[in-house]
């Protein structure tokens, strides 16, 4: 039974350009959230998709953006990178749209490096 | 707004000794849940143990029990028979329960718990 799986493991870019990193989520999983960590310290919740659309949205710019396939897998963008932007990004997926009882399960994360 | 505080950033223990790492959170929901995470450095977040706001019961799972203080809003984590493969960075999280609530983590700044020989 795989489990969530994202890549690429690492990607490095430079200021201003675009990035796209994916999840597929646990077998069995509808629902993704993605987070951002950065370096020492703990992760940020980016959003949440459910559905195919977004559901929640933390306290990120219009800049970070993301989507949903019929699959169940998501995609992450962000546009015009900062030096800020660098971190280690972690998808979580949980089942049955992922209510506050349903316990969410990690990828590895992508480390996105900002140069 | 809802917070999670751990004061320890760093703790270290010898190996089969106990452990308690500590983890205090602020907010007005009734309904709610607590987590412990640990983060070795292979990066993977792994759900060590869960709380539900609603049980007094501390929740247990092999060496890693909790002391749920909802009163005080404090979630301590108990490591027992510390093992060499406990060395990661541990994160408290919370999330809200209720109809219509999403399982959104806020997680707190974490604690690198080093198991020595």
């Known amino acids: 039974d795989a489990g969530v799986t994202q890549s690429p493991t690492h990607l490095i870019k430079t200021r201003g350009q675009q990035v796209t990193l994916r999840c597929s989520p646990k077998s069995g999983h509808d629902t993704v959230s993605w987070y951002q960590q950065a370096l020492g310290q703990g992760p940020q919740f980016i959003f949440q998709?459910?559905?195919?659309?977004?559901?929640q949205r933390g306290n990120f710019p219009d800049r970070f953006s993301g989507h949903q396939f019929p699959n169940y897998s998501s995609e992450l963008n962000v546009n015009a990178l900062l030096l800020g932007d660098s971190a280690l990004y972690l998808c979580?997926?949980?089942?049955?749209?992922?209510?506050?009882?349903?316990?969410?399960?990690f990828g590895d994360g992508t480390r996105l490096s900002i140069l | 707004a809802q917070t999670v505080t751990q004061s320890q950033p760093e703790m270290s223990v010898q190996e089969a000794e106990t452990v308690t790492l500590s983890c205090t959170y602020d907010?007005?929901?009734?309904?709610?849940?607590l987590f412990w995470y640990k983060q070795p450095p292979s990066r993977q977040m792994i759900l060590v143990i869960r709380q539900e706001a609603y049980k007094q019961q501390n929740a247990t799972e092999n060496r890693f029990s909790v002391n749920f203080q909802k009163a005080a809003k404090s979630f301590s984590l108990k490591i027992s028979d510390s093992q060499l493969g406990d060395t990661a960075m541990y994160f408290c999280?919370?999330?809200?329960?209720?109809?219509?609530?999403?399982?959104?983590?806020?997680f707190g700044t974490g604690t690198l718990l080093a198991v020595q020989p």
């Open positions: 999280a919370f999330t809200t329960g209720g109809s219509g609530a999403t399982n959104k983590l806020i």
């Open positions: 979580a997926s949980s089942p049955r749209g992922g209510g506050g009882n349903q316990p969410q399960h």
């Open positions: 998709y459910y559905e195919e659309e977004e559901r």
């Open positions: 907010t007005s929901e009734n309904n709610y849940y």
